[in-house]
């Protein structure tokens, strides 16, 4: 069975750090082309980057409001994608989900972690 | 910074047929920015029903299609039953990836 789990989420102060992590299994996670997406409360779905694949460069990209304080990364040793948080502000309030596409395609979602940053 | 619109909101009766769109401010939506459309229900996470246009997954009811229409990405909804009513997302691609602010569809 295909699977995304997110894990990390928490309530942290602004200024403070954090890191998401999304474990897969049932399909070759190396293969897979990695995203992140939040959703504030309330709010509709925000792009927040996204990791390419090894062989096709594991080139990253970001959303603007969060680029230069999260990172993407990935371990295909341990099927795991990161999203490493820091400088957060309180409208990276949200919960966050992993998207995964196989084959030019998103076609697998996790059920999400959630963030507060209380001020 | 680059907009993506949908309608706000859709109704429908059951059985009927809507057809919800997606505009870039950049101007025509091509098959270049590989729409993909999401349904998200309350308290679900998404689950991606169209990509690159009009591309279905297994698990796509055959009642959603997608396709380019009038400069928009379009999804058409035939058949409407009452499961189908949530919130439906586009993806449109520009060196990055923006959703659509999304539209919530009533099935009444």
């Known amino acids: 069975e295909v699977q995304l789990v997110e894990s990390g989420g928490d309530l942290v102060k602004a200024g403070g750090s954090l890191r998401l992590s999304c474990a897969a299994s049932?399909?070759?996670?190396?293969?897979?082309?990695m995203s992140w997406v939040r959703q504030a409360p309330g709010k509709g779905l925000e792009w927040v980057g996204r990791?390419?694949?090894?062989?096709?460069?594991?080139?990253?990209e970001y959303a603007a409001p969060v680029k230069g304080r999260f990172t993407i990364s990935r371990d295909d040793s341990k099927n795991t994608l990161y999203l490493q948080m820091n400088s957060l502000k309180t409208e990276d309030t949200a919960v966050y989900y992993c998207?995964?596409?196989?084959?030019?395609?998103?076609?697998?979602w996790g059920q999400g972690t959630k963030v507060t940053v209380s001020s | 910074q680059t907009v993506v619109t949908q309608e706000p909101s859709l109704t429908v009766s059951p059985g009927g047929t809507v057809t919800l769109t997606c505009a870039s401010s950049?101007?025509?939506?091509?098959?270049?920015?590989?729409p993909n459309w999401f349904q998200q229900k309350p308290g679900q996470a998404p689950r991606t029903l169209i990509y690159?246009?009009?591309n279905k997954h297994s698990w796509t009811p055959a009642r959603f299609s997608g396709s380019l229409l009038g400069g928009k990405a379009a999804l058409t909804l035939s058949g409407v039953q009452p499961e189908d009513e949530a919130d439906y997302y586009c993806?449109?691609?520009?060196?990055?990836?923006?959703f659509g602010g999304g539209t919530k569809l009533t099935v009444l």
């Open positions: 998207l995964g596409a196989t084959s030019g395609a998103f076609d697998m």
């Open positions: 049932g399909f070759t996670f190396s293969n897979a082309w």
């Open positions: 990791i390419k694949s090894k062989t096709d460069g594991e080139t990253i």
């Open positions: 950049t101007g025509a939506v091509t098959s270049d920015f590989y």
């Open positions: 690159s246009t009009s």
């Open positions: 993806l449109l691609y520009y060196g990055g990836w923006v």
